[in-house]
Structures are given as structure tokens and as C-alpha cells.
């Protein structure tokens, strides 16, 4: 059984398909009896207006895009969920892309969103991308833009994100209030915003307590991108190279995870004689052994700020009265675990 | 910036909206030298078709459904991975909703994907949901609809799912043939089809070798979802009501994790004391201690396998000739790890 048109329920009560259409939306020039008529036609035959029609004259889709570096990702996962959680209450559906990390990936895929003409876009940048052309190509179509988690600061749009470069230091810091003397950070890929302020919140924190920084000790992610093996790697290398190191702040809780599986194969001892912080708070660092102290990062909390931020700003579009961005900054924690001593 | 339309390019080159349209379409009675012009314009004008009137034209949205029980979870995420890599190479874009588990938040939602004129839908099923007249609804309206993983038999649509009750029956046989005696289940939530299943492959596995079923042996769900809690809630029940349990097959990882967490906390040895089979690899299943034996069950191929699927009904039903349902039934495996004896 196909849809319903206005036209099946105009032939069928003899009217035109103006008058279906304007009973539908209760105009005051269509009596009360046609009215009527129409809509009880309309819902025994369970009509649907066409929604592309109603967005070809309202020039609203009520759809968003999301563009996500990966899904399969605690952190981002959770983050989806806010968002789609926020947009439903507002009748809003989310369209998702996977740009897989990949610059060439993302553009094309603003490009699909764009030619599908959502409302607004939200998007967490890929570790490759460096250059901002496709997110000004959003803002030029006077088009709502949000970034969230991994952005960029030289685009003038609204971002929600953490203080990466605080929270690094509050991790670093209890490191060595713990009594670490000699601290390692293995800090991933090299262009993300993020990776570079948790370097940096690191790095000041070495400084902050008179210790001295050797950038021997930080280690980049070998692939590119923030892995299990990744962390392996990087442990057997540490271990290999400077065995005097006896804690590390580690960019993210699966490398984390990594380095802790390598560091029992090895036979070290952690927290004794390695202590590891991780980022994020994956829901497995609360249940491996040892479970692992980490910066608790509000994946679900950031996906609804992000939505509602982009929501606010399409609504302020279309009254014609559009929105200064802003720059939301939210909580983190630091959650003491296992893998540090005297948690 | 706003997007350019048709109308201002027919404007600048004064010459009607229809015009413009059939050049840029190539249609014969359109001179050469306007069609040059109009595409030239349009090219250096950055001009993209409104996809709204593309579809409403085509009766095409080319966009799919998506209706997921849960995003924050290992297995869901690869599969919607899988859905969007494929739907990405036919030029589709998908609408996720997650129905958190709820009939109710089901149906609504698929409402709204039929009311956004969606081509297809793709579907697992939440754990409450047994009622199907919400799924026969997008059948009758000739829309295509294929299930995966958590299916309803009844409905008639295509359907990718692996073989519960087999992968249950090889996970029950391994504990069995690493000597376990007394084998308890955790069957997880009452309703879905999968739950069930397990549980006849553990049932079957046990009569098959000539031992006793034990009806106070299965554990289910407290809460009525597969939880990490929930593991640790029924592990600490069978411990007081069971000692002799010496092997349990579990409904899914998460739970087994959790079971596994209850245990250590108790004392109990594994495998030495219980040994323990989980469902799903997950990956943090290949990273605890101990590492858990259990069944792969290939969540992204699933993804890709339901897409294609959708695509060929989707194609078939444009040229008339529409597909009879397909079961599809993938492969699954058993891992073995520390989790059981003589892995």
C-alpha cells in the first residue's frame, strides 16, 4: 500500500487538492464541515504529509549532520548518544558520517551533507585535518556549524570542549604528588588540538613543580592514531630505552589499556614501579585489573551541549537574528584508580 | 553566503527558470551556447541542486533508517559502522535512532522515519518489543525493511542473523569438553529472539552429552538488559546458592565481565574453579585478565551484509520487481582464551 497523497483524498471528497491542503492546516477559509470531512478522511487512510514537501516550502529538512572520526569508540559513542537523544526531543533527526580520521574523507562528506541541505552540522575533526576550507564552506552558506572534542580555533564558530591542557596538568600533577620523579607521556597523533594541549598541560606541570622536561620521554603515536597496539608499542620501546621512568600520563585510556597489558607481559609492577593516568574514562578502565586512574571526560553531556548550542543557532537563523559563537568549556575529573599509588 | 538558486541564475543571464533547468539537465531543445553559459555560471557560482526538489521529483530521499537499541555498546557500533561504509559508496546517507531498549520509543520512531520519507529501514529490535504492527506498517507501504541481529520471525522481511542456537550449542560443548560437570546459564533478558535461542543451544548442548538440565541453573535478568552489574548480581547469587557450578556460559560479555570482576572479588579461580564462556567478542574481552573465551560474532560484516541487502530491495523495488525476503544466516566462531581449561 503506497502513501496517501492530498490528491487521493481530494478525488475521493470531490474538492481540489488546495482546499485538502489548507483544511489540513486548519485555514479560516474552508468551512468548518469540509474541515472535518478531510481530516477524518485523512486519518482513516493514515495520511502523512510528505516531509519533503514541507521542507521544500519551509526550506527546513529538520535533519543535522554529524561528521565522527570513528564510531566504534567509547568516547564517541557516548557522545552520538547525547546528540541524538537532544535532537529527538526536538524532532530532529541525525544523519552520521564516519570521516575514519581521514581530511579527504570529511570534506567530501560536508560536501553530501550540505548538498542534502541539513540545518546545521556538528562535527569532530579528523587527526589529518589541517586545513579549514570545507568548515568555512558551512559558515559562507550561512549554515549553523558546532565542533566538539577535536576543533579547530581558527574557525569562528561555536565549539564545545574540554580543558584539555588543565586537566593533562591535574593529571601530571598527582602523578608526582604520588612521587613520581621521573615522568613519561605517550601524547598520539601530532596535529589534533587536543593532543597538543594535553602535551602542554603535561609539559607545564613538569615545569610548575621544578622537574625537568626531556622531550625524549614524550613518545608520538607510531600509526597516527590512538590504539591498543599503539600503547604496546610505545611501553616496550619506554621500557627498552629509559627503565629509571616511573610514571607515565598517557593521551587516552585504550592506549593506556595497551601499555598495561605490555607492562605485565614485561613483568613490571604497576603502580609500584610504573604508575599510568589515562584520558577519558572508558567504561573498561573501571573493570580491567588494575583498573586505571584517568581524567573522566563527559562524552554523553558534550553530545547534548553540542546539539542544543547548534539547535539554539538554527532557531536564532531563522528569525533572521543570528548568533555570536561561543566557546563552551566543560568538566572534567580526575577519577584515582589502581594504577597510581595512594589512590 | 546562501546557497545560489536556479531563479538567480536565470536572472543574470535573463532567461527564464525553466531554461536553466533543462540546460543544466542537457535537454535537446536547449541550445549549445546556453547550455555553455548556464553551466559555466552555475560552476563558478558554486551552484548545487536543492536535493528536497530532487527527491520530491524522484520520490527518491536517498537516505535510510536506522533503528538501534543502544549506541554505547562494542557490537551495536561496529554493525552501524558497517551500515554507513556501504551506504556510504552507493551515495546514501542513514539516520540513526537509538530506541534505548523501548517498544514505545520504537515505534515513534519509526513513524518519524516514514514521515521523513526514508527509502528503507534497517532494524534490530529492542528487548521489549513484541508487537510487530509498527514493522507490518512499513512493509504495507511497500518501503523496504530488513532486520538484523535482534529479529522478529513473524515479520516478513529480510532478515541477517547468525545461528544463536549453534554458536550457543559450540560454546556449551567446549566447557563440557574441558571437563565441566555441573554448567549454569546466564540467559540475559526473557524476550528477545536471541536470548531465547542461546538458551536452546546451551539446553540441547547439555542433553546431547547425556547431562542433567537444571532449570534452577539459568540465570536471568535481573534488569531486564544485559549488564555489567547484572553479571556481577547473578555470579554473586549462583556462588551462594551453587558452589558446585563449575562452568557457566554467558548470554554476552559484558555480563561475563562483570561475572568475572564478582568472582576475582569472591575469591573464585578462573578457570581453575569456573570457567567461563561469553558471547559477542567484545574487545575488551581480548584485553582483561583473564582474557575471555566466547563467540565472535561478526558485527560489522553484519552491518555491511544488512546494507547491501537494503540496496538490492531498495533498486528492485524502483524497476517493479520487487525481492522475495532473504534470511541470511553469517558465520560465527569460538575463541579460545584463559577464560576456560586447556584453551
Known amino acids: 500500500m503506497k502513501p ?32 472535518a470531512l478531510v481530516k477524518e478522511l485523512a486519518e482513516t487512510l493514515n495520511y502523512k504529509p510528505n516531509s519533503f514537501a514541507v521542507h521544500l516550502r519551509t526550506k527546513e529538512s529538520k535533519t543535522i ?25 526536538e524532532g530532529y533527526l ?3 558520517l564516519q570521516s575514519n580520521e581521514s581530511y579527504e574523507l570529511e570534506k567530501k ?63 601530571t600533577q598527582h602523578l608526582i604528588d604520588s612521587g613520581c620523579k621521573r615522568i613519561a607521556h605517550f601524547r598520539g597523533p601530532l596535529l589534533p588540538q587536543n593532543s597538543i594541549d594535553r602535551f602542554l598541560g603535561y609539559k607545564k606541570a613538569l615545569l610548575a613543580n621544578g622537574m625537568e622536561y626531556d622531550p625524549r620521554l614524550v613518545y608520538l603515536s607510531d600509526c597516527g592514531e590512538n590504539s591498543f597496539d599503539d600503547g604496546k608499542v610505545n611501553a ?48 573498561m578502565s573501571s573493570v580491567i585489573s588494575p583498573t586505571i586512574t584517568t581524567i573522566d571526560q563527559p562524552g554523553y553531556v558534550m553530545g547534548q551541549t553540542a546539539f542544543i548550542q547548534l539547535y539554539k543557532e538554527i532557531q536564532a537563523l531563522k528569525k533572521g537574528t543570528p548568533l555570536q559563537p561561543e566557546t563552551i568549556t566543560l568538566e572534567t575529573a580526575l577519577i584515582k584508580r589502581e594504577s597510581t599509588k595512594g589512590s
Chains 1, 2 share one sequence.
Open 4 to 35: 496517501v497523497t492530498l490528491k487521493e483524498i481530494a478525488e475521493k471528497l470531490n474538492i481540489s487538492v488546495t482546499t485538502v491542503s489548507k483544511a489540513l492546516k486548519d485555514y479560516p477559509d474552508v468551512s468548518k464541515k469540509t474541515k
Open 65 to 89: 549532520g554529524l561528521v565522527i572520526p570513528e564510531i566504534v569508540h567509547h568516547f564517541f559513542s557516548s557522545v552520538i548518544k547525547g546528540i541524538i537523544s537532544e535532537a529527538e526531543k
Open 94 to 96: 541525525v544523519i552520521i
Open 109 to 171: 562528506q560536508i560536501d553530501l551533507l550540505l548538498s542534502h541541505r541539513v540545518d546545521g552540522i556538528l562535527i569532530s575533526l579528523a587527526n589529518g585535518t589541517a586545513d579549514f576550507k570545507h568548515l568555512n564552506a558551512i559558515l559562507e552558506q550561512d549554515k549553523p556549524l558546532v565542533m566538539f572534542d577535536k576543533i579547530a580555533k581558527l574557525v569562528k564558530c561555536s565549539k564545545v570542549i574540554i580543558d584539555d591542557q588543565k586537566a593533562a596538568f591535574i593529571a
Open 236 to 283: 616496550a620501546q619506554l621500557y627498552k630505552d629509559h627503565s629509571d621512568v616511573d610514571g607515565i600520563f598517557i593521551n587516552t585510556d585504550l592506549v593506556a589499556i595497551g601499555a598495561i597489558s605490555e607492562f605485565q607481559k614485561l613483568g613490571v609492577q604497576i603502580p609500584e614501579e610504573i604508575s599510568i593516568v589515562g584520558f577519558s574514562n572508558w567504561f
